[in-house]
Nanobody, 119 residues
Framework: QVQLVESGGGLVQPGGSLRLSCAAS????????MGWYCQPPGKQRELVAT??????TTYADSVKGRFTISRDNKNTVYLQMNSLKPEDTAVYYC??????????????WGRGTQVTVSS
């Protein structure tokens, strides 16, 4: 099985910064796209940013220029969140498309980490 474990959420004032991390573990053969989604209160889950195994990135328009997604070569993806706004308040979920040893690629999700932007 695969585990995606997020960390780094919390309470921050408007204009502040947070860095989210997500580490994938398990009998992993390959990790393809990784990313972050968020679910604001009372709303559907939505894309924040993704990064492919080759390093290509996509961002939601609302976070362009403020958030940066990156990944290392040890199964971890990061989301650097700067100039945070109250509307960024949400549960942030890590996502990864992973192939396990002997198992075709599937999509996996973390349990989520709360980010609250408030003064």
């Amino acid at each position: 099985q695969v585990q995606l474990v997020e960390s780094g959420g919390g309470l921050v004032q408007p204009g502040g910064s947070l860095r989210l991390s997500c580490a994938a573990s398990g009998s992993i053969s390959s990790i393809y796209t990784m990313g972050w989604y968020c679910q604001p209160p009372g709303k559907q889950r939505e894309l924040v940013a993704t990064i492919t195994s080759g390093g290509s990135t996509t961002y939601a328009d609302s976070v362009k220029g403020r958030f940066t997604i990156s990944r290392d070569n040890k199964n971890t993806v990061y989301l650097q969140m700067n100039s945070l706004k109250p509307e960024d308040t949400a549960v942030y979920y890590c996502y990864a498309r992973i192939a396990l040893i002997g198992v075709p690629r599937s999509d996996y999700w973390g349990r989520g980490t709360q980010v609250t932007v408030s003064s």
